[in-house]
């Protein structure tokens, strides 16, 4: 079983409340995300990706792991639960990341470097989803979003593996990054434990000839198949 750091207690109470108390821990933790080279080279790769039905609070949260040589899918995990956390822009780990540490636990590979398909740094207050799961997981994060949150960019060149930094208040905070030609980009930032060189890095080297890289392409199709009722798919692994 993979396992993960009691970082805090989730905010709970009036819904007017919420958001108050989540900024606040929000702008405590920050502190601690450490954006910084990768120690050792990784072998493994997880992604990560949520998916709800319109109007419901039912999560679907999958996680699949892949080999980064080869980029097999070695192990998937996923499951169904409810939304502890009302829809807030800016808040959104608070109402994804806790279904997303349930599937965590039911892995048996520990993935060496995990991609969530959303943002790091390049968020109002530096932590997205990937840098809050990654204080929680204790391993290197980061987010590959498919828009943008915060920030402005140049537009990278058209052709596959050019980027263009993503600034806020004069701040790097992310890379718009070409992973197909004349493709739109994505949004790729750091989230903990790692730098936006290696991100971008990894995020091209993730490469299945769509413009979403594998790890967050398949979770994606995994909690699809979550949400269609197709969990048989998660025994086969």
């Not at 989540?22 to 072998?43: G, S, Y």
Request: proline share 8%; glycine share 8%.
């Amino acid at each position: 079983m993979a396992h993960y750091v009691h970082l805090h207690d989730w905010p709970t109470g009036p819904v007017e409340r919420l958001s108050t108390e989540a900024v606040l821990l929000q702008n405590r933790l920050r502190d601690q995300v450490r954006i910084e080279p990768l120690t050792k080279t990784p072998e493994t790769i997880a992604g990560c990706d949520i998916s709800f039905n319109k109007f419901e609070e039912t999560v679907y949260a999958g996680i699949v792991v892949l080999r980064l040589d080869t980029l097999e899918t070695i192990e998937e995990a996923g499951v169904v639960s409810t939304a502890p956390f009302p829809y807030i822009p800016g808040l959104l780990s608070f109402r994804e990341i806790p279904s997303l540490l349930e599937a965590w636990q039911k892995l048996k590979i520990e993935p060496d470097v995990v991609m969530f398909d959303g943002h790091g740094t390049a968020h109002p207050r530096r932590i997205g989803i990937a840098s809050h799961a990654g204080l929680f997981l204790n391993r290197p994060t980061f987010g590959c979003g498919k828009s943008v949150l915060v920030g402005k960019y140049d537009e990278p060149a058209p052709e596959r593996g050019n980027w263009s930094p993503m600034t806020h208040y004069r701040e790097v905070i992310g890379a718009a990054l070409r992973t197909k030609n004349k493709v739109n980009p994505v949004y790729v930032s750091p989230g903990h434990l790692i730098d936006l060189e290696t991100a971008i890095a990894l995020t091209l080297q993730c490469n299945g000839g769509y413009r979403i890289p594998e790890p967050t392409r398949r979770a994606h199709n995994l909690v699809n198949a979550l949400r269609r009722g197709e969990q048989g798919d998660l025994s086969k692994l």
